[in-house]
């Protein structure tokens, strides 16, 4: 839940972080930076985030996520996994991809006839259908059964619309 | 008895642990025989790839092709040519791919922004799946043909490359009147045979049987099919066809219902098609609705000329 949004101007330039209404760290995009700038004058805005007006457009430019509940949740670049190919030896993956707000979602996987053989809800605040980055956990054998070598399509989709999709090599 | 038991063990293990081999074939030889949901019938080249018996339809010489591209990137294709030689023999050779490029090949790089590892695109890699199979026929009795291919499979993946051979065998049969053909078909007979991947992995090359019926009936010919994907799972498919000839135009109308395997799940599907006949060039096209979110339908073509 996002209730404050906290923009930090450091030697020119903006930062930023997202806290709940009890001050815990949910994202930024300044700590590295904040523990190299020295004695460097700090300028600190917070504002609640349900507010509207610049400095949440800032926030989007800043960290590519929407603060707008209304806008429709998106893929932000590309939908990988990773390793790829997944080998069944090592078959503990991820598929990492970037919401720009949280949503539920769902993962389905395609064999190589085009036929659905394995889906997954994810809950919007479980790891997949949180805001930002997510990497979400993929064992082959989630899917139930050993698969044969070859190329799997896996499409990430919320509310019915495909947000991203991309290819999987599998090798025995 | 401990034998016994651990011959039992042995042979469970075996069957768990056998994953089938995923053959370009699978996804069909034709648009045809997309259409009317069985295989084995089509009087083409085509045959050296699903029913070798079925060459016996081979006057002179046949060559056939056929493409469809699954989910925007799975790019399915075959070419197939047969000859007949004798009056009771013919020969052919046939080439069936599957092929996907563009799969992304990937690392982990740590983003200081989430204090967490995102994957990012190396580069891309391609796959390439293919089959190539050599196929006589012998018509034994003027009424029942056999047949039998050989095939060479060869699959490659980033740096993983796998190949194995195996053997089809079928027979045919047409009744005295010829209003009825049935057809026996059985895919990698060999059980022993499987793909080798250099990896040391291997992978059984799925012994599929069918028996198809066709049955002409005025302006309809009704097919009706039974098959086992796979001697690993004890699994019976279903699958039943009409084509109906139009009257005083070279034009026939394709529909089917047919089952199809996922695993140990049996599920439904239907496609229907159309195939114009222009003097020997047979021109064909199905289609059938598609499980994938971005495409509504798989659309399927083949052409074939001959005598």
């Known amino acids: 839940m996002r209730t404050l949004l906290l923009v930090m101007i450091i030697s020119g330039l903006t930062y930023g972080v997202q806290a709940d209404a009890f001050g815990t760290h949910l994202k930024s995009n300044f700590e590295g930076t904040l523990r190299s700038a020295g004695t460097q004058p700090i300028s600190l805005i917070i504002i609640p985030a349900t507010n509207s007006g610049p400095l949440q457009n800032m926030w989007e430019e800043l960290t590519g996520e929407s603060l707008d509940d209304t806008e429709p949740v998106r893929i932000i670049g590309q939908t990988l996994s990773y390793p790829n190919p997944m080998s069944w030896s090592k078959q503990n993956g991820i598929i990492g991809y970037e919401l720009n707000k949280s949503s539920d979602i769902e993962i389905f996987v395609f064999d190589m006839r085009g036929i659905r053989i394995f889906h997954t809800y994810i809950k919007a605040d479980d790891i997949g259908g949180r805001s930002g980055y997510n990497r979400v956990p993929f064992r082959l054998s989630n899917i139930g059964r050993e698969l044969p070598t070859g190329v799997y399509k896996y499409v990430v989709m919320a509310d019915g619309d495909v947000l991203g999709y991309s290819k999987m090599g599998v090798i025995r | 008895?401990?034998?016994?038991?651990?011959?039992?063990?042995?042979?469970?293990?075996?069957?768990?642990?056998?994953?089938?081999?995923?053959?370009?074939?699978?996804?069909?030889?034709?648009?045809?025989?997309?259409?009317?949901?069985?295989?084995?019938?089509?009087?083409?080249?085509?045959?050296?790839?699903?029913?070798?018996?079925?060459?016996?339809?081979?006057?002179?010489?046949?060559?056939?092709?056929?493409?469809?591209?699954?989910?925007?990137?799975?790019?399915?294709?075959?070419?197939?040519?047969?000859?007949?030689?004798?009056?009771?023999?013919?020969?052919?050779?046939?080439?069936?791919?599957?092929?996907?490029?563009?799969?992304?090949?990937?690392?982990?790089?740590?983003?200081?922004?989430?204090?967490?590892?995102?994957?990012?695109?190396?580069?891309?890699?391609?796959?390439?799946?293919?089959?190539?199979?050599?196929?006589?026929?012998?018509?034994?009795?003027?009424?029942?043909?056999?047949?039998?291919?050989?095939?060479?499979?060869?699959?490659?993946?980033?740096?993983?490359?796998?190949?194995?051979?195996?053997?089809?065998?079928?027979?045919?049969?047409?009744?005295?009147?010829?209003?009825?053909?049935?057809?026996?078909?059985?895919?990698?007979?060999?059980?022993?045979?499987?793909?080798?991947?250099?990896?040391?992995?291997?992978?059984?090359?799925?012994?599929?049987?069918?028996?198809?019926?066709?049955?002409?009936?005025?302006?309809?010919?009704?097919?009706?099919?039974?098959?086992?994907?796979?001697?690993?799972?004890?699994?019976?498919?279903?699958?039943?066809?009409?084509?109906?000839?139009?009257?005083?135009?070279?034009?026939?109308?394709?529909?089917?219902?047919?089952?199809?395997?996922?695993?140990?799940?049996?599920?439904?599907?239907?496609?229907?098609?159309?195939?114009?006949?222009?003097?020997?060039?047979?021109v064909s096209y199905s289609f059938e609705k598609s499980d994938y979110p971005l495409t509504d339908n798989n659309h399927y073509f083949s052409v074939s000329f001959g005598q």
């Open chain 2, 1 to 282: 008895m401990g034998k016994v038991i651990v011959f039992f063990v042995l042979i469970l293990s075996t069957s768990l642990l056998a994953v089938d081999y995923f053959m370009p074939t699978t996804m069909g030889n034709s648009a045809y025989a997309k259409g009317v949901g069985v295989i084995g019938f089509e009087n083409s080249a085509v045959s050296v790839l699903e029913n070798p018996a079925k060459l016996s339809d081979i006057r002179e010489y046949s060559l056939s092709g056929f493409t469809t591209t699954v989910m925007d990137d799975f790019a399915y294709r075959n070419l197939a040519f047969a000859k007949r030689l004798g009056p009771h023999w013919a020969v052919g050779v046939g080439y069936a791919e599957l092929g996907v490029d563009g799969i992304p090949h990937t690392d982990l790089v740590w983003d200081n922004f989430d204090d967490e590892f995102t994957v990012i695109e190396l580069s891309n890699y391609a796959y390439r799946n293919y089959v190539v199979k050599a196929a006589f026929q012998y018509l034994h009795a003027s009424k029942v043909s056999i047949g039998s291919a050989l095939s060479y499979y060869r699959t490659s993946l980033w740096t993983t490359h796998g190949n194995g051979i195996n053997v089809d065998a079928a027979l045919q049969y047409r009744s005295i009147s010829g209003l009825t053909e049935v057809s026996v078909v059985a895919t990698n007979v060999i059980p022993n045979l499987v793909v080798t991947y250099d990896n040391g992995a291997k992978e059984t090359l799925p012994m599929r049987t069918s028996l198809g019926v066709k049955r002409q009936v005025r302006s309809f010919d009704v097919y009706w099919q039974l098959m086992s994907p796979t001697l690993s799972e004890s699994l019976y498919l279903w699958s039943f066809g009409v084509e109906y000839q139009c009257p005083k135009v070279p034009l026939r109308v394709l529909g089917t219902r047919y089952q199809f395997d996922v695993f140990d799940d049996v599920r439904v599907a239907y496609a229907t098609g159309l195939q114009l006949d222009l003097h020997g060039l047979k």
